[in-house]
């Protein structure tokens, strides 16, 4: 069974940092492209950044670019999302997903399965 | 970016209703559309990929249609576990966007 466990979220003071982590097992992670999409509370999905299964490339909604950095280890089955200079606004539910395909261009697949997600607080 | 704009935001029906919710892109994105169930205090999940794909284990009640820049998704006939709300996503070029969602109630 294909399992995706988020943690690292928290309380952080505007302008604080913060890294989430989403350990991978049921599947071959270095297949597979993976995302991280959040949800404000009350609203909507907003896709964040995506990285290649290889790492070669990435892509972050303008959203966060430039303050977040994707990143993944394969060997650890492990994707990771820094999170830097923090604003209320990017408090959220943060998912990670896994690509269903494997792809040379990444963002070219849906996502399934999501993980459960990790709650950030962005708050003085 | 590519805008998605989905509607309606909100729908009520009755069990056995058939409901239709509709998504349009801002340009052609062929058929690189998915959609997904988010039930209350849960993750998404994918149900049609590629604009009219039903997932494995998925439920024939729903099904998608659609090309280019206006899409359908379809529940044939509405069940108590179909509360949830819809999102429609395209993944023709970055950065993927979604649709603004639909809550669907039981009437």
């Known amino acids: 069974e294909v399992q995706l466990v988020e943690s690292g979220g928290g309380l952080v003071q505007p302008g604080g940092s913060l890294r989430l982590s989403c350990k991978a097992s049921?599947?071959?992670?270095?297949?597979?492209?993976m995302h991280w999409v959040r949800q404000a509370p009350g609203r909507g999905l907003e896709w964040v950044s995506g990285?290649?299964?290889?790492?070669?490339?990435?892509g972050f909604a303008d959203s966060v670019m430039g303050r977040f950095a994707i990143s993944r280890d394969n060997a650890k089955n492990s994707l990771y999302l820094e999170m830097n200079s923090l604003r209320p606004e990017d408090t959220a539910l943060y998912y990670c997903a896994k690509a269903t395909r494997s792809h040379y261009d990444f963002w070219r697949s849906p996502l399934d399965p999501w993980g459960q997600g990790v709650l950030v607080i962005v708050s003085s | 970016d590519i805008q998605m704009t989905q509607s309606p935001s909100s729908l009520s029906a009755s069990v056995g209703d058939r409901i239709t919710i509709t998504c349009q892109a801002s340009?052609?994105?062929?058929?690189?559309l998915n959609w997904y169930q988010q039930r209350p205090g849960k993750a998404p999940k994918l149900l049609i990929f590629d604009a009219s794909n039903l997932e494995t284990g998925v439920s024939s009640r729903f099904s998608g249609s659609g090309s280019g820049t206006h899409f359908t998704f379809t529940i044939s006939s509405l069940q108590p576990e179909d509360i949830a709300t819809y999102y429609c996503q395209q993944f023709d070029n970055l950065p993927l966007t979604f649709g603004g969602g639909t809550r669907v109630e039981i009437k």
């Open positions: 990285i290649r299964y290889d790492s070669y490339s990435t």
């Open positions: 340009q052609d994105i062929t058929n690189y």
């Open positions: 049921g599947f071959t992670f270095d297949r597979y492209a």
